[in-house]
């Protein structure tokens, strides 16, 4: 039995050597465009659609962190029940820069937790005042003495977030775990608030056919972009100034349509996404630096792909 292209032979020999070459000469390129305390945007290039979504997911996903995971509750006199206490416990964002010093509580070799795959936290305020108590995470306090035991990340007067308003007599005392895990397992694992990536957007004028529109009209085409893409100059026309504001909505190709007195005014602009490049835009909860999720979901998709590899090799080696 013999597979042939109805192209002509050796077609599909010469397609896998092109696909071969494609990726393996392909080296993805980053620079960073911006970078804080908690976000960071960057351009990755030379890549392809795929790729850059799977570093999305993985930074979603798959990046560990610490949260709350078991709240044992003493005493609630509150206006919200336990399970709402909670679930709000297990969403507040927890230090994370050192998670790689725990242990996945499944992996620990412990029977009922110890200090390498928990932190444990305790929470006893009562309101013995008239006035109303907030609640916040500078209340919430590390049970271990050790130092550098993980804390809420919002945990002074100025950005503490709110648990729970006591009045007169109420309280709420409890315990909470901690524990190392992942988005994909709960939401409240994922180290990112943000992380979105925008195709880099490849916008053209036709010169020749931006010389036939009147002033009026050069006006009216750089105007409808509610973007600000694009930019006008008595001397030189109109001109792409902020080609990374465009968001595809196609305003300004449909402005062309009123001027349709104009000819061959279809051709004034081309806009297509790139092929190879993507703005990323990477919003930390507070838990773990932007730069450092990125790097920890960069070595993870290797980890993926160096598996796949090792797979692979063993199953050629089987049907040899």
């Known amino acids: 039995i013999s597979r042939t292209s109805t192209s002509g032979l050796g077609t599909m020999d ?3 050597k092109r696909r071969k070459s494609h990726y393996t000469k392909r080296m993805p390129e980053v620079d960073v465009l911006e970078i804080s305390k908690d976000f960071m945007k960057f351009e990755l290039r030379k890549t392809d659609l795929a790729t850059a979504n799977a570093l999305r997911r993985v930074m979603i996903a798959e990046v560990p962190t610490l949260a709350i995971e078991w709240v044992t509750i ?7 029940h336990d399970q709402f206490l909670s679930h ?3 969403l507040i964002p927890l230090e994370s820069h050192r998670v790689n010093e725990f242990e996945y509580k499944q992996d620990c070799s412990c029977i009922d937790g110890c200090e ?3 932190v444990r936290y305790t929470l006893n305020v009562k309101n013995e005042t008239e006035d109303v ?3 916040t995470t500078k209340h919430l306090i590390p049970v271990d003495d050790r130092g550098g035991v993980p804390e809420p990340v919002h945990k002074h007067a100025d950005d503490a977030i709110l648990i729970v308003r006591l009045g007169k007599n109420q309280e709420i005392v409890l315990d909470a775990v901690a524990v190392k895990g992942i988005g994909k397992e709960h939401a409240k694992w994922i180290p990112v608030a943000v992380a979105t990536f925008q ?3 490849i916008i053209e004028l036709n010169e020749d056919i931006m010389e036939r529109l009147d002033e009026k009209q050069k006006q009216e085409f750089v105007n409808c972009c509610p973007r600000k893409v694009f930019a006008y100059h008595e001397e030189r026309g109109i001109t792409v100034a902020q080609p990374r504001n465009c968001v595809y909505c196609r305003e300004c190709t449909l402005k062309t349509e009123d001027f349709n007195k104009v000819e061959d005014v279809e051709d004034l602009i081309a806009i297509e996404p790139s092929k190879d490049t ?5 919003e930390s909860t507070g838990c773990i630096e932007p730069k450092n999720i990125v790097l920890t979901a960069l070595a993870v998709l290797k980890k993926k792909l160096d598996a796949i590899r090792s797979g692979v090799a063993t199953i050629e080696q089987q049907y040899r």
């Open 14 to 16: 010469v397609e896998r």
């Open 74 to 80: 003493h005493s609630n006199s509150t206006v919200l």
């Open 88 to 90: 709000r416990l297990g």
């Open 116 to 118: 390498r795959c928990e």
């Open 133 to 135: 108590l907030d609640v």
């Open 199 to 201: 195709i880099d957007p």
């Open 278 to 282: 993507f703005i990323f835009s990477i």
